[in-house]
């Protein structure tokens, strides 16, 4: 095979130039998935976790990113590859480790994606059905969207950010206008910083509700993907990672105080363990407090929401396999960026043939796509992304240490990379020990569905090993 480096001036090389801070700032908060996350994630978080212990959940959990980004976004600073957490772990702890890592993003990444295909099919059948009174099957919208999504991936970036960057304003301004009717009216147990007390946090089960808090921010890690095509990586990307933190913890945060504040932090739990359906807590709060008309603005946003996670999770994925192709670890034409898009096209095919492929089998066999398709693959992803955060934490100061040239200070090379490292590998434990109350899945499933990663990782670095043999691949990778 030739190298894609040789077909063309650009065939290698992404669109530079080609986002700013806050295009990148709309990616990753698109991939956290903001509404997915208040009316999806949160009141099953609730309910299983901590109950009304979930806002000072989040901000534990902001603490563990910010001190996982200090590191991160300093090792950005010097390299700059669309692989992100593949490209710093192999920088770090050798072509081997980073070869795993690879592989564990390939899988993490494509699970996240596709299992949202089953939330995103499951809403947007219903909405259509409440609405318009058209009856169509959950996996003729997720078709439909793995098109839609395909033409976005495939031509240039910023078609993608305007869409994200549309979406996710109304998003965030519809919960805001809710959550300042919550405040306004006045809950009726009085406006009070309750729920954010030690005493709060330690209600129910602290670590499952820290678990999904960790999973609303997946997504969030990707600011170095994109660095290869924004305008002054070393401003740009720094400044997006730790924008992108503070502001979908501070949302998060905010907007769980606002709605333990309206149900009463007595009542949260067995209030949501009341309805038919925990996702229609955040509904209900808004027919309680606000208006119909919000409410159906936020049933549509939710439809919205989660496709601009897909859109999100599908560039990144496309960018896994462009980068891993360019390193021969994957075949190596899908390392070829468009000629005039400047796109990864063939990794965005790639994704795109992986969806319709996943989602066909999951329709073929009748499986429910929210507790199955969503719940099992989106949980997978959420655990991998914690072990490349992981691997990622304890790389940085490795770097550092064999570039003693690199003028870098030891809080941010090393302390604040090894504390959060081991903040995220508790909560990594914490996913695995718990995995059957995070995905419904019987005990047997619950206990194989994390061996698929293992797999990848084992898959991964004996392609890396595989290499050894061409010094100049090994060299080349990341």
Not at 198 to 203: C, I, Q
Not at 255 to 273: E, Q, R
Not at 278 to 299: I, K, M, V
Not at 421 to 436: E, I, K, Q, R, S
Request: net charge positive.
């Amino acid at each position: 095979m030739t190298d894609p480096k040789d077909d063309a001036p650009n065939t290698g090389q992404l669109r530079a130039g080609a986002l700013g801070t806050a295009a990148i700032t709309f990616f990753v908060v698109s991939a956290a998935g903001p509404l997915v996350a208040i009316a999806g994630g949160i009141p099953l978080g609730m309910m299983f976790g901590n109950g009304p212990g979930i806002p000072a959940a989040y901000l534990v959990v902001v603490a563990v990113l910010l001190a996982f980004s200090v590191g991160y976004t300093a090792m950005a600073s010097h390299v700059r590859n669309a692989g992100a957490f593949y490209a710093f772990t192999a920088q770090g702890l050798g072509p081997v480790a980073g070869g795993a890592a690879a592989m564990i993003a390939v899988v993490a990444y494509n699970a996240m994606q596709i299992g949202i295909y089953g939330m995103f099919g499951q809403a947007c059948s219903a909405l259509l059905s409440s609405t318009l009174g058209v009856g169509i099957p959950w996996w003729a919208s997720a078709y439909a969207a793995i098109a839609f999504i395909a033409v976005c991936g495939y031509r240039q970036i910023d078609i993608s950010a305007k869409i994200l960057g549309a979406l996710v304003v109304g998003e965030y301004l519809c919960v805001l206008a809710l959550d300042g009717f919550i405040l306004a009216k006045g809950p009726e147990a009085g406006i009070n910083v309750a729920p954010f007390t030690p005493s709060a946090f330690l209600t129910g089960s602290p670590a499952i509700g820290l678990l999904f808090c960790f999973a609303s921010f997946i997504g969030f890690e990707a600011t170095t993907i994109y660095a290869e095509e924004v305008k002054d990586p070393r401003r740009s990307v720094p400044l997006a990672t730790y924008a992108s933190v503070l502001l979908i913890g501070g949302f998060y945060a905010f907007t769980t105080w606002c709605m333990v504040l309206g149900l009463g932090a007595g009542n949260v739990v067995s209030f949501i363990k009341g309805l038919a359906d925990p996702t229609e807590l955040l509904f209900l709060l808004s027919d309680r407090y606000a208006n119909a008309g919000l409410t159906l603005a936020l049933r549509l946003l939710f439809v919205t929401s989660v496709f601009a996670g897909l859109l999100a999770f599908h560039n990144a994925v496309a960018r896994y396999f462009f980068a891993l192709g360019r390193d021969r670890l994957l075949p190596v034409w899908l390392g070829a960026a468009h000629p005039k898009h400047q796109s990864p096209h063939r990794g965005s095919v790639a994704q795109s043939v992986l969806a319709v492929a996943v989602v066909t089998a999951f329709a073929i066999g009748g499986a429910d796509p929210i507790l199955t398709l969503f719940s099992w693959l989106t949980n997978v992803g959420t655990l991998g992304v914690l072990a490349l955060m992981a691997l990622t934490s304890f790389a940085v100061p490795a770097f550092f240490r064999r570039r003693p040239e690199l003028t870098e200070g030891g809080l941010t090379t090393t302390v604040a990379p090894i504390v959060a490292g081991l903040g995220l590998v508790g909560a990594m434990t914490l996913a695995v020990l718990n995995f059957d109350l995070l995905t419904g899945a019987s005990k047997w499933l619950a206990s194989a569905l994390p061996f698929t990663l293992l797999a990848a990782a084992v898959v991964g670095a004996g392609l890396a090993l595989r290499l050894k043999r061409r010094p100049a691949d090994v060299a080349a990778i990341a």
